[in-house]
């Protein structure tokens, strides 16, 4: 019943983005929110009493790694000797495996890219400032909605410490740059224009547009 829910949702979500209805967009996402979060905890109920079941492999699916890690561990650690072999089994011990390299506590992976200038600049030469590292694209419309918000936070703790590392999946340099000038993103900027091939995005395992990582003054991810 859940997911009948977020595919007429995701209907209405996609209309809204068409004709660029903010307010009606951020209502239905949030209503898309609260049904998932719900669906969610049921999944999470499942896998707590049945780590070691293949169901669990299908289930475990339906969360997002990047907030669901440790189920992710769970079931892999659960099925470990009953699913060793099995192709589902590998593809997901592959991805816990790529994630421990993302999780909450490891050093963010340096990314070396050029800006608009031509110059490369490393993540790693924002150390100690709070950084967001912000994959998206100007062709991404829920990048484009979400702009402004970042806009916002960038002004309100830019001079408290705080720095943005944006990473475009991009194609055409025009139209990243357009982007950047026309949303007044006055931060640090680096693409290797390869859209979906971006090294940054590969590295940090971005399959969906925009992402986020927070990293601290070390460079850990928070």
Not at 100 to 105: D, F, M, P, W
Request: charged content about 20%; hydrophobic content about 40%; proline content about 3%.
């Amino acid at each position: 019943a859940s997911y009948k829910s977020l595919d007429s949702i995701r209907k209405v979500l996609q209309q809204f983005q068409a004709s660029g209805n903010v307010q009606g967009y951020q209502a239905a996402y949030q209503q898309q929110f609260a049904i998932s979060m719900n669906a969610q905890e049921i999944i999470k109920g499942f896998i707590d009493e049945n780590p070691a079941s293949m169901a669990s492999l299908a289930a475990v699916q339906n969360l997002n790694p990047d907030q669901d890690f440790n189920y992710y561990q769970k079931v892999a650690e659960g099925l470990a000797n009953s699913a060793a072999g099995s192709s589902y089994y590998e593809d997901l011990k592959a991805k816990v495996d790529a994630y421990k390299k993302l999780a909450v506590g490891s050093e963010a992976p340096d990314i070396a890219l050029e800006n608009p200038n031509g110059e490369v600049v490393k993540l790693s030469s924002l150390r100690g400032n709070v950084v967001l590292i912000d994959f998206w694209a100007s062709w991404c419309k829920p990048c484009r909605m979400e702009n402004p918000n970042v806009v916002r936070m960038y002004k309100q703790y830019n001079l408290k410490g705080f720095e943005i590392y944006g990473v475009s999946l991009d194609k055409s340099r025009d139209a990243w740059l357009k982007a950047i000038e026309q949303d007044g993103l006055t931060w640090t900027h680096v693409s290797d224009l390869q859209f979906w091939q971006s090294a940054g995005a590969k590295l940090y395992n971005v399959t969906a547009i925009p992402k986020t990582f927070l990293i601290d003054k070390d460079g850990t991810i928070i």
